[in-house]
Structures are given as C-alpha cells and as structure tokens.
C-alpha cells in the first residue's frame, strides 16, 4: 500500500533499523555510570552527538537530544523565553508554525507574555520584511519554520535570520520537516527537529541551543543533557537517529530531483484531471516532496476514507479529519480553501507507477465522493435576486456545495447570504468565491451563527 | 561480566526486544491518522494501555505514557500542585524520594510553594505517622515512593495511602524501583513509574492519574496522551514496556524468594568478611533483589573502578562518584556512612555463582583500595590530650582515615576535632564514631570550613 504521509511521520528506515538493534544490544547502560557498560554507553552517546552535530550544523556541545520534536520545540521556546526575560515578554512566531510551537506561544501568553503572529502570503511563505515588523525592543525570540509541514513552502530563513540578528533577536527555527534533506541555512541561534520524520526512531528530538544564547533551561533540574532534556537517555534511539540522518541525507541528495519532478506531475495533472481543485503552496521554494491541493464540494474525511480503500494512505488540514472541527490554521493563514484538502507526501524511494496510479484513482475518488454528497443537498431556499440559504447545523464541505447550486438561481447582481455555523465556511466560502470568480459581500454575525454574502457575478 | 546494577537501568528483557522488533513493522505509523496503518497504530497502542492498566492496577483511560520515568513525576507533581491550586500550595514529600521528584519540589519551591520533607529512620523508612504530622489545611499533594532506590527499603505506602485518604490530599507513588516486581498497594491517587527499570526500553515511563484527582496537565497544550505527554508517541517502546512488564511480573514472582536468599547472603557475609562495614536499609522490608553497605576508609570511586577491573557492574552513593561532590541524599535523611558505598542490584536470573564470587573478591578489593588510600595519608597532627587534625582540602574518605589514626594518639577522654571542607564529612564522621563506639561531640564553622569534635571513649 502506497504511503504518501512521511511528513506525519516516515516509516523506520533500514540504517535506523540496524544501528537501533546494536545499540540496544551494546547501549543500554546508564551513560552516567563509571564500570565498562557505562563507559561504552557514553561513549555511543558522545558519538551520536557528533553526528548529529554535523548533520545540523553546530558544535556537539550545542546539540541535546530531547524526547520527541514536539519537546525540542517547547523546550527551546520556554528556555530561550526565560533566558532573555531581562530583555521583555515578547514573542514573535509565524501564523504558520508547527502546532508544538503555537501551543508553546499560548503558554506563553496564558503567563503573561505577549505574542505577536507574522502573517503569511497566499503560498505560505512569511516575508523577511513583515518579520522586521513584528520585532520590538522587548521581543525575547523569533520563530520560524524551515519549511511547512502542511503545504510544503520552503521560509526565508537565512533572510529572517539575518534581519532577527540585526534586532539582537534570536531565532528559533523548527526544522522539523527539512532537516532530512538539508542542514538550515542562515545564521539561526536555536534549532529544533524530530528524528521520526526522516526515518530515525520516535522517541528522539534535537535541540540545538548556539553559544552565546541566553537559555534558562525550564525546571525541574536534571543532570542529564546539559539541563536540556530531563530523564534517562534513550540511548538506542538516539544512535539510530544520528546514524539514519547521516544516511537519509546521502539518499536525500539523490532523490531530490526525482521526487520534486513526480511533485511537479501531480502539481500539474490534478487540476487538469479534477474540476474545481486548488493547488497550493509556493510551486518553487517548497519541499521536494511535499504537495498539497484542496477540492471543492468535497468532504476531506470521506476523501481520504475513499483513498484509503483504494490503497493510498494521505493526510488532509480539512476540518472534518480534525478533532476540533475546524481547519488547518495553516490554510486558514494562507486564505486558502480547506474543503476536501488532501496533503501527498512522497517517501525516499517512491515507485513513480504509484505516484501514477494515484492520479488515475484520484479523480474516480472525488466524483463518488462529490456524488454521495450531492444526493445528500437539498434544493436551493427558493428564487428572486436575492436568496438565503439556511445551512446551520450542516458542516463542510455542504454549505459551499449549497451555495455552489443556488448561485445559478440568482439573476447576476444579486446575491446569496449563507447562513453557516461551521467554522470552514469562513475560510470556504471566500475561497470558493475565488475560484469561480464570484463576489465575496463579507460577513455578519447572525443568531446561531454567521451570514457569508455572496454576489454573483458571472 | 556480571552486571549488578539493575536498580540503574536493566538489560532489555528478551520479551521487549521481540515486541519492539514487531512494533517496528505494525505501528510505526501515526496513531492519530484515518488510514489503515494510523489505524493499526491506534490499536496497538490501545493494547499497551490495557496491558499496562492492569499490571498497575487502574483503568486504561486512567494510564498515560510519558518519554521518561522522571517526565512521569515531572508531569504528575506539576499537574496534581496545578489542580488543587485552590486548596493551598503546600507540597509533602520523603527525605529519599528520588532526584526527580526532589527536583520537582525543588521547582515549586522557586515558583512561591512551600515544601515538606518527611524524615526517615536509619533504615529509609518514612513513617505514617510522621506523613500524618506532615499534612496540613492547604496541602495539595503527597509524594512516597514505594521502594527507596538506593537501599532498597520498601515504604508503608498503603498505610501513607490511608493517612492522605482521611486528610483529603492526593498521594502520587514513585514506583519506579517495585512495578516491575508488583502492583502497588493501597489506595493511591496517582503513580509514576519508568519502563527501563524492568527490562524495558528507555523512552517511556507511565503516568497514572485515578479518575476524580484533580489535574491540570502542565502547559504546551498537546492531543496525545489526554494532554499529559505531549509529543509523537514512541509506538514500538510503549509496545515493547507493555509485553515486557508482563513478562517480567511473571518471572519476578519465579524469582523473588531465591533473590531475596542471595541478597541475605550479601548482607549476612559482607559484614564478616570484610571489617568495618556498615549494611544500611531495612533487613526484612525491602525489595528482594538490593542491598548496599558502606566500608570505612574507603573511596567510593576507586572502589567501584576496582570492582569493575574485577568484573561486577555496581553502583554508589558516595560523594566521589557523584558529580555534586556531595553524598546521596538518601543515607545522608538516613544518617549513615556514606563513605565506600556499593549499591548491589541484581537481575533476575542472576548466577549464584556470581554473587559468591562476587563475596570471594570483595575482601581482597577493599583491602586494595584501602592499602593505596593508607600509603596516601599522612601522620598525626601531634601529641597531646586534644588533637587537631586540618584535613582541609582533602575529600572523603581521607578525613574519617586520618580520624581514625589520630583517635589512638589521645588518651580515653581527649579529643580529636577534625577540619574538614567535605561535605561528606558532616555524614561519616557521625556515622565513624556510631561504628567505632566513640562519641561524637558535635559541629562548629570555622574559617574554610567546619570542626567535627570526636571524643575517644575507647
């Protein structure tokens, strides 16, 4: 079965496999201890790090290995937060940071803190200059991604970092999605990533910390990894991350281009073989496997229930596969439809006759999916020039499908007010009015939910 | 070469080296995703859990893994104090809880709690009634692990249990030193305990919190695990502690009574093979395979590198194998030698062989070290009734030898008063003059540090 989801998290790759087996065989002693297992241990750890140092780009005595990427990310923001608490309470940090960041600036805030989100253009990407903006004299830490995890957009980050230097700022980069394939560029002061996501074992993050950053490791104290990473070393773990990041990256290298072309195929077949698609992220400065589109009239659950049948496993940002019920913020950020979102995310070594037979099977899939739900939509509210479509209650993807049927029973000039309670039609409805050049009127708050007015236009 | 400290951390367990492997293959995927192999996750992780809950002794949705045995008691500590924050900030703990939840307490003091330490007896023991004395009005949490790590002494934890019951205060066990020998007893509220230290893998300690506690899962928020261990869940090790913990309950109870004879054959024979030996820890209620002893006059480091060039694998509380230079704090609650400490562990399924041969060497081991250590000491300070002795500079064990040579330099009545800079001193001067039969006089700064007044009564 096809698997299109290495960025929630890459199956166990074989170096990792093999390293992770001899470690626990010849690391599973307590690193701190002084007979000969101990001392084997430390010495299988200090190699580790070593590695991995390389690999990131930074001194061994820089680089803690953290539990899981989520923990590198809240430790790194809560120490570098607190080691600069002389300097203010201010954090910057993308609209579209990984959720372990966000959470981390809630917190933040939920302490007392301030935190302000740069936004993001249409693909995704956050400008250098709205960073330079969003910098004040008690900001304490900046936060940006490499690349994102949802559409693939690579970030300026040595721009961002540069600018973030000027300001005495430093920067946290999550690298969590690219450092697999490449070291972070840019003069960068904390790094995080996750080994699961290029292969290595869950269970294993990094921290990266530069000499000269002020970090104030968050209590409770603990002796093991500088303060950084409380907790009994997962030694076997942390000798197969380093070992298959080395690896990952050689195989990295010689796959790029392979994988950012059958990308490039999927970027351009879809929308040629489905109607009514969004294609999004930037098409250039992105991944190279990583591609994301959205589907009109589409439920994401039953989409990726019908490729999952089929035998492609998928991720999606729709609010229906989420467990809050509502969309990606990362969509959100973008002003990008979120109905019927499907995120592919290619694997080292992909058979390209899978990548074909996905987009053979996708467009059968999104038309059963589209005709169960049609059946499934009532008649528009009624005629005249202006309508109201009562769809409270309904979740996405029905209120754009509602809207889509009754547009064409409006005179042009006139409009269709949609009444929604569901947290996609926000983003949905202007999206959809994009996409099929209609006018988007705004919003109003309405008992029970909200009223998205539409003027047709064509 | 046999390896005699368990209580560190113990050889992966066949058992969980066979579910990681398996675990490697099934449930690499992400347990949160819609398709077959998210799904197939999600289930065994479901199957952990069950397992699990019932070695502990609680439902499933009561149980979270966490990354660690002390994420565990980070996490409990934290979010029990946070969740009965209305009742009061007052925090109840043992003298020889371990460094984690020490460090835990540790962090609420610096954020404005207050914090109790319950004393123990010379054995580890903390008593009930002593727990009793210890609650008040706005206590928000009690802590007593159900074993002391470091010597073994079992705690009366069902009885602490019921004194926190009828105050109406939560009681969080440790468990880290006796799950993988038993259930814990009693009525208590939540427990913490860490896969390594029954033969699973590292990376995954578990955290109990029984319905009706309060709680408040400490900031990042995160989905996984209830919000209690935030970050990608380590699938294959939860696999691996899960199946092994069974495995190993089973084996424990095999195990237990021919363990608990071997470590009654250390503690019968070391005290008559070797002279001036203290065996610490209770005799009878104690966990079956741990026993530690203490050796006059000698260094604690050098001890455990010429056991190790012998062949045994131990551990020591001593003040020379910690990086604090500092004794354990477990026989300093205890107040007894800390001096030439060997904490013995043993694994289950240890060779009897081993242990008598590890009696066989241990003699001629400390007669070695304290050969080199008595060539390294120099004369008494002078003649006379009362004898100062300026051993400023030195560090254990050197000050409590050239004590013990002075001693006989005063008539019966005189005194030797010690100088001393070590902290280890303050513990085995005292603990000398209980072993040796000569009174102890006391304590009194001076210039560089501190007069121990030790008066000859024999």
Redesign the interface.
Known sequence: ?P?F?VA??A??HPVA?QA??AA?DEG???PA??????RRARMLLDAARQTAAEAVGCRPDELSFT?????AV?TAVAGALAGRRRTGRHLTVSAVEH??VL??A??HE??GGTVTEVGVDRTGRAAPEAFRAALRADTALACLQSANHEVGTVQPVAEVAAVCREAGVPLLVDAAQSLGWEPVEGDWSLLAA?A?KWGG???V?LLAVRKGVRFAAP?????RERGRA????????IVAAAASLRAVREEAAAERERLAALVDRIRARVPELVPDVDVVGDPVRRLPHLVTFSCLYVDG?AL??E??RTG????SGSSC?S?TLTPSHVLRAMGVLSEGNVRVSLPLGVAEADVDRFLDVLPGVVRRVRGHLADAVGGPGGGGADLVLDTLGKRCPIPVIELARAIGDVPVGGTVTVLSDDEAARLDIPAWCGMREQEYGGERAVPGGTAYVVRRRT
Chains 1, 2 share one sequence.
Request: overall charge negative; cysteine-free; hydrophobic content about 35%.
């Open positions: 079965m698997y989801d929630s998290t199956p166990l496999r992770l087996l626990l599973w002693a307590d201890r002084l007979y000969r297992e101990g539990s899981s990427g989520t923990r809240h959720s372990s959470h981390a809630e917190a939920a302490d996750s699961h074992p869950p269970g993050g209590a409770p104290a603990d002796e409380p907790g009994f070393e997962n030694l076997p773990a659950e990726l229930g490729l999952d492609f496993a998928v991720s596969t467990s």
